[in-house]
């Protein structure tokens, strides 16, 4: 079993920053796929950041430049840092894992990712 566990939401004006935590524990290869998703009230999830086999990284248009994902393999803890958030950036946020390289087309979909966390809530007010 893989456990995936959030923190790091809550709620900050617009221009803001925060930084989202995800722990990684269990039965998880040594090679393998980490990503944000993110899903505001009335939409669809969508992927945001993710990082493949610890290297690559893949960005939604609509954060790059202001998220950054990383990956700390001493505390296997996967990072999001948002900054300049904006109030569109509302909502929850998952992190999610698979072993091994979803490949660049899936990367950002939620279909390759097998290993879900609860969500952490983020409130961007204008």
């Known amino acids: 079993q893989v456990r995936l566990v959030e923190s790091g939401g809550g709620s900050v004006q617009s221009g803001g920053s925060l930084r989202l935590s995800c722990v990684v524990s269990?039965?998880?290869?040594?090679?393998?796929?980490m990503a944000w998703f993110r899903q505001a009230p009335g939409k669809q999830r969508e992927g945001i950041a993710a990082?493949?086999?610890?290297?690559?990284?893949h960005y939604r248009d609509s954060v790059k430049g202001r998220f950054t994902i990383s990956y700390d393999k001493a505390r296997s803890t996967l990072y999001l840092q948002m900054n300049s958030l904006k109030s569109e950036d509302t909502a929850m946020y998952y992190c999610?894992?698979?072993?091994?390289?979803?490949?660049?087309?899936?990367?950002?979909?939620?279909?390759?990712?097998?290993?879900w966390g609860q969500g952490t809530r983020v409130t961007v007010s204008s």
């Open positions: 999610a894992a698979k072993s091994g390289d979803p490949g660049w087309l899936l990367v950002l979909q939620d279909l390759a990712y097998p290993y």
């Open positions: 990082i493949r086999t610890g290297v690559n990284t």
């Open positions: 269990g039965d998880i290869t040594r090679y393998f796929s």
